[in-house]
């Protein structure tokens, strides 16, 4: 007999969608209003006081298949990629991507946030009313002090319990090498000075060596102590109205998570609003199922339309992600035993985390990196396909990179098939790719994977800028004292006689000259990405917060355009991509969420 969650006909909010800005909007909800009946519909597993959700260093195991903590999307396989299907993964899970995640600490431009506010229209939604909510959200143990930072939030910002020689020799190389990118303290100031240095990276996890994950500090620390109430592996078909306001919603519990349940529709009113959050992948699909989205989707998946919303699924936004690898020293303390699950190196590194907290179990192997913006007479490396790119989106916004990047202790991938060395990476994502995708359903089954086009590399300004962003990586990895050459498997195949080709099996002098690359050096590197350029887990912008007229799904109050009593308020919201990793976006967003949902009832005390 398969023993299910139980739940009440009806609430005063349903969520839909238990991943992080569901569960920062519900948990604040709840603590200031503890009688407001809540309910959480999280589609994916419970993970509640277990390690693999709690220990930072397990995140390589969320990522690779079999798992039960994500799904996997799979995009159409697109020319751009060479025929190959880019593969995006998200979390499947209470939490979301808060309890899988890399835990890299990576905040956005300020800059990012005023365009969301001055030039989509969004009220409200500047970087002078998102900034102090990411402070609200986190304790920055690395420096309470910081400006930018906070103090006193439920979420820890630390270093972590371990430090890579490989990020030790980033921050030691890389100002003696590119001498106007110096070192500095703080990436993540919310300024211009936050990039074009070298810094030590901090993670969202405490000092105690725990995730910062939503769940354990909003979520599952009120149930049973407010009106806060969560159902997991509940899978929801579509929002239920009357005529055009939102009444509840119907959902099945899902047969991966539930092993054997029925598959009958439950049905839930919510007497005062419904919100789905459930993700670039998940809300989208929800709003289509529920006869929202463009007329020509909805029908074709055999649905009846209720309001045309074209946008619904359109601006789908990723950040174009490269691990260009390099062969370390085999003396080198790397990730890459962890990543193989060798017993050992394991059973060492959890008891390190069970004494003290420190170890790889509490890290990433992700311990310096810099946010790179190239100077006025680096463009034209660039080539002329970015300039016109450059000149619309970067030009007048000091703040924004082109690219991130770091240096990697270990390779994070499968490694069965690859020889058991010691890694060292150049990774990078751009910040701002102007590539584009969409995601929409094809019936109205809520386990038919959904019509996904990735759009990654669609634009050729994106193929210039990885291709300027390998060339800084290897002169950086080439200087490390730990670097011993190339590994071939994975890189560009330059001609054997060009100054291009793998030579260095030892670090060269930090004054040594740049590689030289010819136009047919290019187009190796080039076909370097299309084959292994990947997805960096930031899907966003799937039902944006823009005017209507422009393809926007929802206000700046969150309210989906059309109908009443339903927002969206998740990830998919942004209108323009980001330069951070998505976490911290998704905390702002849930923040901001709750202020908006509490005033619009009346709750003081958010």
Known sequence: MVVLPTFDPEYDIVFVGGGTSAGVTAGRLAAAAPKLRILILEAGIWTKDMLKYIQPGRYITHLLQPTTAVTHHVARPSEH???????????????????????LYNRPSASDFDDWASEYDNPGWSSKELVPLLQK????????????????????????????????????????????????????????????????????????GKRSDVPHYFVYNQLGKTGLSLVHGARVKRVLFDDKTATGVEFVFDNRVHPGAPQEIHTIRATKLVVVAAGAF?????????????????????????????GVGANYHDHLFTVAPY????????????????????????????????GKMAANGVDASIKIRPFDDELEGLGPEFLVRWKEHYANKPDKPLFWMSALSGFPTDHSKLPPLKYICAAYHLAYPASCGSVHIVDNDVYTPQDFEAGFLNNSADIAALRWAYKKGRELIRRLPLFRGAFPPVAPEFAEDSPAA?????????????????????????????????????????CAMKPRKDGGVVDSRLNVYGVNNLKVADISIPPSNVNSNTYSVALAIGEKAALIIAEDLGISGV
Do not use: M
């Open 81 to 103: 990629l060479g025929g190959r299907s880019a593969i995006v993964q998200s979390g499947w899970c209470v939490g979301g991507g808060s309890s899988v995640n890399f835990v």
């Open 137 to 208: 959200v986190e304790t920055y143990e690395v420096d309470p002090s910081a400006p930018t930072h906070g103090s006193s939030g439920p979420l820890k910002v630390s270093y972590g319990g371990f430090f890579s020689e490989t990020g030790k020799q980033l921050l030691d190389i890389g100002p003696k090498y590119d001498k106007r990118r110096a070192s500095g303290k703080d990436a993540n100031a919310f300024d211009a000075g936050s990039v074009n240095i070298f810094t030590r990276w901090a993670k969202w996890c405490g000092s105690d």
């Open 282 to 310: 998940g809300s989208p699909a929800i709003l289509e199922r529920s006869g929202i989205g463009a007329v020509e989707v909805v029908k074709a998946a055999g649905i009846a339309p209720l309001v045309d919303l074209p």
């Open 327 to 358: 062969v370390s020293d085999p003396e080198d303390d790397t990730f890459d035993a962890i990543y193989r699950g060798e017993e050992e190196e394991w059973a060492k590194e959890l008891t390190r985390w069970a004494t003290d907290g420190s």
């Open 502 to 542: 793998f030579k260095d099996t030892g670090a060269v002098e930090v004054s040594a000259p740049d590689i030289v690359y010819s136009a047919e050096d290019d187009k190796a590197i080039d076909e370097f990405h299309r084959k292994f350029v990947a997805t960096t887990w930031h899907s966003l912008g799937t």
